[in-house]
């Protein structure tokens, strides 16, 4: 057996708070071995972020620090502040979960890796910007010469993210902790930036602790696992030995949900009404020097009574503005939507306010969209109030009622938001937007603010909801396994427009667009024996989404796109339908050519 | 390493006993002073308004703070005085807080030429040294108890605009906005029902430090007489009366008169100073 690279002993990490210490890390022992990826898993506020901290020798005020991390033959806890310093950022490194914060907003990039570089080489300042900027191809940013002089604010959050883990790697590390690397990143942009790591890990023997809830990422990337649970490592197995049998129960639970056992979508049958028509939406806004950043551009789609359509893009591709304005929470430029056959872009916002009880929604971030005063019981019967005339008593029936249905518990009424945890408060948030019986639920990215269990059982109570309501939704959302399990159809959005649209079947058996393609690629499966790093691609695309201010003449994705050719810069691309199936923003899919061989 | 942490949660420790005593102090001083506002002419031994005894004596068991200049007895003075400081100053911080919440609201919710405008007159308020408007005003319309709680109001006033804006500003574009909006709420109940209950905690706090701030200045303003007159008991006023015989070594009359303000000021002041800390963990 090799040696270990680092050994944790009686480790505990305490907390003085208001009401007495914490402990957050309790007698934790762990060893790490050179060039393995390690799995930290945990639900949130079982200590993981302590942990990882606390490899560093360090701890968040007003913590404190008790037993002994060995890393190499240097003892961390205890460590003079000179030598530790020393360790830090050259033999050990961290990145942390909320890039842009991490960043210095007051320094660029380029000074900033090249600090960490020179604090632990006798580099001069042009040698440590020179190494900068090969960092910063090495991680696969364009252009680096010109971004080393970016400030955090004008990078990205994959940008950012990606200086982060330059400037972590620069002084090549033995030992990388990663805290939620990829939490907030877009899923093209989080399965660059883990194949990288993955492959600095090969390469050079380089050691990663990455903590995550995502078990996805356990499955393709991690070599082991570990799970915490209330300050305590429960369990340390192989990554393929855990998913074949997680002898533990919290994993085991975790597992059964991920797995859980998904009935096949119902749709209705027979002729049915479109609920929803959108027609050649358009939205622009100005930006500053008299730009014009396009949100939306001839957003076409409607849905069926009973059936659900999932909006699927990345972040700055327009869906949620799609979303907004379907709700008229954002007036478009031009184009209508229909609801049950009624045109109602044109009703006043006094009339259209009337019709709100027939067409709700749930946002993105659970917390933010309850008011943070009220208890969750007034929240929920607050639209009652609004568009029905029921008693008291009716409306407190009724809450309760919908509540039940959310899978939320009645003895929860008079709790603030505050108290409950982001899954119930979502289940509120969908219990809201279900108490007036909508005809049509517009859900921007509910699940995405969610720690991957509570998003799995919101997934399922959706599905219920579906077969026992009937009712017809928009799913907006960048996780295409989501909305495969939840939708009937597929709109996928890159840059304003949609570039693909069809049945779920159509567009998961037979994906066409290079983007579909490279979304569905970035899908990280629960399973070690279905590794991305392992398969062929179906697309590598390049870089990062460019801005919507300055789009390309041609196809928007031509700058990423490894099947470019010279017609894609040129010529504007139509959605047109392929082979009588879905349609398709791609000529090469259109005049059914092959994408070509990459 | 390990060693220095344990240092800082230490401090950290001793940081919470500070404000939590800080707290402690802030209620009583302040339960004390509004007690007094109330019940100061019943608890007092005599009446602060006529004299009971010989001049300028010294602090006895019969008269505890002493007598002053005219054979007033200070103690009398000092605790019925509170009618007029913190009476005057809690309802002037009151009506600027309720008058201030409002306008910050309207100018915070629909922002446009017209709120920048209210701004920017408050903000010409705010520029103006506090205590010389206060004069100007009170020279203005009279020296009496109504017009001083006006002065007051006007001159605090633009402190809770600024505050419920910026905190206004802040809230309504949190989500819980727009699923308002999405409800079917019209605008002013967004405004009233689900932005201004969110944005009052920041003036909450300024409310116990205006209070603090406005007995410094009505007693500031009786001190040059241009508050209340005498032989109303007022802290401001029974210093200014007394001032110059301290010269003479009579302290009592001016010193515990005094001390009285420091410490209703430090009371309300540390009582929104220990809800902000608490507000802000």
Known sequence: MTKSILEVKNLSVTYATLNGPVVAVKDVNLELFPGEIVGLIGESGSGKSSLALALLGLARFPGSLEGQVHFGDKELVGMAEDDA?????????????KPRQSLNPYLNVGTQISRVYRAHTEASQDEALKHAVVLLEDVGINDAERRIDAYPHELSGGMAQRALISMALSSQPKLLIADEPTSGLDVTIQAQFLDRMWRAARDRDMTVLLVTQDLGIIANYCDRIIIMEDGKITSVRVTKDFFANPENAYGERILKIARANRSTLQAPTGEVNDIIKVKDLRKTFKVDDGKVLQAVDSVSF?????????????????????GRMILRLLEPDSGTVELDGDNISDLSLKEFNALRSKIQVVFQDPFDSLNPRWPIFKSIEEPLKLHTSMSSGERR????????SAGLDAGSVNQKPSGL??????????????????????????????????????????????????????????DLSTVRELCHDVAVMYLSQIV?????????ADPKHPYTKALLDSVLFHDPNARRVDKARLTDLEGEIP??????????????????????????????????????RCWKASENQPLGNS | MAKKISNESVVFKKALWYHDRLLLAGVIIVSIALFLSVFGYMVAPYDPGTPVGPISQPPSREFWFGTDSSGLDVFSRVITAPRIDVVLSVSAAVLSGLLGTLIGLGTGFYEGRFSSLVMRISDVLQAFPIFILAMVLVALTGRNLINLIFALTFLYTPIFVRLTRTEVMTQKTRTYVEAARATGNSEWKIALKHVLPNSLTPSLIQLSVTVGFGILLTAGLSFIGAGVRPPTPEWGLMIATSAPRLILGEWWSSL??????????????????????????
């Open chain 2, 256 to 281: 515990l008169p005094g001390i009285a303000v420091s410490l209703t000021v430090f009371g309300f002041a540390s009582l929104g100073n220990a809800l902000e800390r608490r507000v802000a963990s």
């Open chain 1, 397 to 404: 029936e009724r809450v309760l009622e919908v509540m039940n």
């Open chain 1, 547 to 584: 801005s919507p201010v300055d789009l390309p003449k041609g196809c928007y994705l031509a700058g990423r796109c490894p099947f470019v050719e010279v017609r894609c810069t040129a010529e504007a691309q139509v959605l047109a339908v392929t082979n009588g199936k879905q349609s398709v």
């Open chain 1, 421 to 478: 945890s982001a899954g119930e408060q979502q289940r509120v948030c969908l219990a809201r937007a279900l108490v007036t019986r909508p005809e049509f639920v517009v859900l921007d990215e509910p699940t995405s603010a969610l720690p991957p269990a509570a998003r799995a059982e919101l997934i399922l109570l959706l599905k219920d909801l579906q077969t026992q309501l009937g009712l017809s939704f928009i799913f907006i959302s960048h």
């Open chain 1, 302 to 322: 409607n849905i069926k009574k009973g059936r659900s359509l999932g909006l699927v893009g990345e972040s700055g591709s327009g869906k949620t503005t799609v």
């Open chain 1, 85 to 97: 310093r020393l360790l830090r950022g050259k033999e050990i490194s961290l990145i942390t979960q």
């Open chain 1, 500 to 508: 693909e649209i069809g049945t779920t079947e159509e567009i998961f």
